[in-house]
């Protein structure tokens, strides 16, 4: 009955977030735009290739949400990138404060503190693997090549953009997973050792055989 | 150093799922592989949720990994929740528990994910054949956390008792 409750007060709590910041798309879109704007390189890359990151695009009939990452060369626009930031960033954001409030026995004050910390680094990763597979593309394997990558460095990319983007469940295995890293384990680990299941001892399965 | 109970947990579980997740993510078309190693996975799971829809649409066929009929859909990688049975997976063999243990649970995990998932590819067929404005929020936003949530219950669900019915059977 507890993980029912639980389950139930995470759905609660997470479309109540989805319901109450649809509107935010051309905000967060901004926000993603420019705080990944802060690590591009200002002078052009090899070849006089540079890189914009703009919140929406003129050229697309798209959504409130999209990013779009320009690469130019002497002007002109190359290719235009399209970053879903509902999908890869934001929904995994609530997501994760939707499963921290949802957690019963924390304190709201300690609960506050895991949103306000948990979440600013959860963008961060986020970011940080959503930039994965457009570094492999400007690094080789796209059409246009911004700054060559060794093979080793294109496989780790493409490993981290295939396993943990591109799967639509990892937009909440993540933050499932950050939960689990940051609040569950004590909780869990009592829990867990109540029903019988010992995290390091292996003589609890076996009945002492 | 001794580690923590849980962090032992955790590493062993960053491994498994971690080495699984590679294998599955890896770029072999890097190294010179013209063709999808996993295709013929795919098809195979394209040809059981086909079969599944031909119970309620006779009009579903399958070729190769397209299911076609009135709404057609192509089972990419991805669709087959691989990396929902990997994490489910990972963390039951991640547990200090007997081998014949950890395989059962994940025997009935994963074809409880894979029941799930081919249910949700069936729904995702009428969806596209009724209402198919709801297919992306569902296909992209819904149906994923339903399944990453089925996971973690059937993690805790399965995991609860060390000597359950399930060894008594």
């Known amino acids: ?209 | 150093m001794r580690l923590a109970r849980g962090s032992r947990f955790a590493v062993r579980y960053a491994l498994i799922a971690g080495g699984l997740l590679s294998l599955y993510a890896f770029p072999f078309e890097l190294f010179g592989a013209t063709s999808d190693p996993l295709e013929g996975y795919l098809q195979a799971f394209a040809r059981i949720a086909g079969g599944a829809l031909r119970l309620f649409d006779a009009a579903v066929s399958v070729r190769g990994t397209l299911i076609d009929g009135r709404f057609p859909l192509q089972v990419a990688r991805n669709c087959d929740a691989a990396e929902v049975n990997i994490l489910f997976a990972g963390a039951v063999l991640a547990l200090p528990a007997p081998w014949r243990w950890k395989l059962l649970r994940v025997v009935i995990g994963l074809c409880l994910l894979v029941t799930a998932n081919v249910a949700r590819i069936c729904a995702l067929y009428f969806v596209g054949v009724y209402r198919a404005s709801w297919f992306r929020s569902l296909h992209e936003e819904v149906f994923p956390l339903a399944l990453v949530a089925l996971g973690a219950l059937s993690f805790v669900a399965l995991t609860r008792s060390p000597t359950s019915e399930l060894d008594a059977a």
Not at chain 1, 178 to 192: F, H, K, N
Request: a positive charge.
């Open chain 1, 1 to 209: 009955m507890r993980s029912v409750d639980f389950v139930f007060a995470f759905i609660c709590v997470f479309s109540g977030l989805v319901l109450v910041s649809s509107r935010l798309g051309p905000s967060y879109a901004r926000l993603c735009a420019a705080s990944v704007s802060l690590f591009l390189p200002r002078a052009s890359l090899s070849g006089g290739v540079g890189l914009e990151l703009a919140a929406g695009s003129a050229d697309f009939v798209g959504s409130p949400w999209q990013v779009s990452l320009l690469v130019t060369r002497g002007g002109v626009l190359l290719e235009a990138i399209p970053i879903d930031a509902r999908s890869l960033c934001f929904l995994p954001l609530l997501a994760f404060t939707a499963l921290v409030v949802a957690t019963p026995q924390i304190r709201p004050r300690r609960k506050l503190g895991l949103v306000l910390l948990g979440v600013p680094l959860l963008q961060l990763v986020l970011l940080a693997l959503t930039a994965a597979p457009v570094l492999s593309f400007l690094g080789g394997t796209g059409p246009v090549t911004a700054r060559a990558l060794p093979l080793g460095v294109h496989v780790a990319l493409q490993v981290l953009y295939r396993g943990l983007v591109a799967p639509p469940g990892m937009a909440y295995a993540l933050p499932l997973l950050a939960w689990w890293g940051s609040c569950a384990p004590r909780r869990c680990l009592v829990g867990a050792e109540r029903n019988g299941l010992a995290l390091s001892d292996e003589s609890r399965y076996t009945g002492g055989r």
